[in-house]
């Protein structure tokens, strides 16, 4: 499953977002991102799910110098995810979310 620019506004949107995401990444600038899932656009702070992923990376003083080393959720007992991982994971977590609203009936018109 692909997301594809242009044929949705929702999805066009949320390919921005992960741009800004994976463009902070490459600086190595982020240091957290949380995704929430809310059933009423017009009432956002009633989250169903959240997911936040915390970003660590190397100790080196100069920021040309660091490096992503892994990411951490809250509460998570285990050695941080690799990037790798950690990629293969979310596509895996957006493939499903798309697989599920597909499911859904249709909207009343």
Not at 69 to 75: K, L, S, W
């Amino acid at each position: 499953m692909a997301f594809v620019r242009g044929r949705s506004a929702s999805v066009d949107r949320l390919l921005k977002w992960l741009d800004g995401i994976f463009d902070a990444l490459k600086r190595n600038f982020l240091a957290a991102v949380q995704l929430s899932v809310v059933l009423d656009e017009n009432n956002p702070s009633n989250v169903v799910e959240s997911y936040t992923f915390s970003f660590k990376y190397s100790n080196h003083s100069k920021s040309i110098d660091r490096h992503l080393v892994g990411v951490t959720t809250p509460g998570s007992q285990d050695e941080p995810v690799t990037l790798e991982s950690a990629r293969y994971d979310q596509q895996e977590i957006f493939c499903d979310l798309v697989n599920l609203t597909q499911q859904l009936p249709d909207l009343p018109g």
